[in-house]
């Protein structure tokens, strides 16, 4: 949020953040989704009636989020922000109803209620068959915060044991699969630096197409300072909802591509 609002880098954003007591000594839990992953691992298996192991949650952290990055979908009506996602998905090829938990860096649109959460403020966003959509919004850091969530708890607990009862029981009735990360159905915002020549749009756009991928927007624009004899341009691409195995299938084939200079950045695009 701070790189977002104030154009702090991540290091300066994390740097006040452990000052001010939000971030941990040791900021690795934080940053590197960790933190958000166990959360995900909780509220997946709450909400889905299903046991959710910590090592399926699928983890990447927010430390390859660049400034230019987080002012680049600022330009185009998104904003970056870490995200855990818990899912009931049925997996496209197999046909298997099941549960997904992912954290990752995610483009959100600014029209989202979720790009609203500022500053050391946590929000869940639900989705309900029956009850629509539904945010619950709150301080999700600070000392006196902590305590009363950690003092809540304990009261809780100790009111269970009063009254002689076992405490909250797990309820695992649904027990669905856990599906992995290639059966998610996302989107995708590619940036990558092309050679700038006759042709080269059209061979990018064959990978996409060749892997079942849908364009859904480009946008090139020419780079200052390349190499004379051979100029290079920046290229962004916007996909259609597909999956996740798909989607990875294409920046690997990218990667590796003779007019593809390098895939400078991947982010999912969520809330649409």
């Known amino acids: 949020d701070r790189m977002d609002i104030e154009g702090d880098s991540l290091e300066s954003a994390l740097a006040e953040a452990t000052r001010l007591g939000y971030a941990e000594a040791d900021p690795t839990a934080d940053v590197e989704g960790f933190d958000a992953a166990q959360k995900a691992a909780i509220l997946a298996s709450l909400a889905f009636h299903t046991t959710m192991p910590l090592e399926a949650v699928h983890r990447e ?19 970056v922000k870490l995200l855990a996602i818990c899912e009931r998905i049925t997996d496209a090829a197999t046909g298997v109803e099941g549960v997904t938990a992912r954290v990752h860096p995610a483009l959100i649109p600014l029209s989202h209620p979720l790009a609203a959460v500022h500053g050391a403020n946590n929000a869940v966003f639900v989705e309900a068959e029956a009850a629509g959509s539904l945010m619950f919004y709150g301080a999700g850091a600070g000392g006196v915060q902590t305590a009363s969530a950690v003092l809540g708890d304990v009261v809780s607990a100790a009111r269970r044991h009063v009254a002689g009862g076992p405490g909250v029981a797990e309820s695992t009735q649904a027990n669905l699969p856990v599906l992995p990360m290639s059966s998610v159905i996302t989107r995708y915002q590619i940036t990558m630096t092309v050679v700038d020549e006759p042709g080269v749009l059209a061979a990018v756009a064959t990978q996409f197409s060749d892997r079942g991928v849908s364009v859904e927007a480009v946008s090139q624009s020419v780079r200052d300072g390349g190499d004379a004899e051979r100029p290079t341009a920046t290229l962004v691409i916007v996909t259609h909802r597909a999956e996740e195995s798909s989607l990875a299938a294409t920046v690997t084939s990218l990667a590796a591509s003779p007019v593809v200079s390098s895939v400078v950045s991947v982010l999912r695009v969520e809330g649409q």
């Open 61 to 79: 952290g927010m430390t390859t989020v660049t400034h230019e990055q987080v002012v680049a979908a600022r330009k185009a009506g998104y904003v």
